[in-house]
């Protein structure tokens, strides 16, 4: 599925190109370490950034990966994915390209960051609304993801519901995470 350009609130959204990978990588690290200040211990946020974080490059491939632009500069990224893996970019080792079936499994909302200078400006918004609107048109009626400790109220806003959270090895460091679901349900045709 590759999605074409669209602008909503001043923000525009395309699928993601491989020539984007290192501008989004590093835009990746710097949201990390700017928007998760005082919800993780440094040393945490810096694991997870070297082994966790990062651009999965087959929803890149797969063009459900996308790139959010206000004014042309790369304010953000994110996407949704119909593999079984639900977090980590390239780097992590805990991945599956398994395929979820649509009806019966959730799709996977993935690797959502904002770069610090565009936050509160309806990056990540663009992008969910993206997100939901092409898993549902690939037939799945729910979602999940991994969420940071502070993308937890942007979900939660966003309708997602916490799971007890868990917390991932990265490098023999504990980082917290917590699993969040939501049902898609059809929009109303009036």
Partial sequence: MVMSTATTGGVTIRAARREDIPALEQMI????????QGFYAPDALASAIR??????TDLVDDGSYLVA???????GCG?????????????????????LVPGQDAARIRAMFTA????RRGVGSAIMAASEAAAREAGFDKLALMATLSGV???ESHGFVA??????DADGIAVPFVPMTKA?????AS
């Fill in 163 to 168: 799971e007890p959270g868990i917390t991932v």
């Fill in 29 to 36: 690290a710097t949201s990390a370490a700017t928007l998760g």
């Fill in 79 to 99: 996407g949704w994915s119909r593999f079984a893996t639900l977090f980590g970019g390239d780097r992590y080792a805990d991945r599956s390209a398994a395929l």
């Fill in 184 to 188: 898609l349900h059809t929009p109303d």
């Fill in 69 to 75: 632009e206000i004014d042309g500069a790369l304010a």
């Fill in 51 to 56: 082994t966790i974080f990062g651009v999965d």
């Fill in 116 to 119: 610090p200078g565009f936050a």
């Fill in 153 to 155: 109220p942007f979900y």
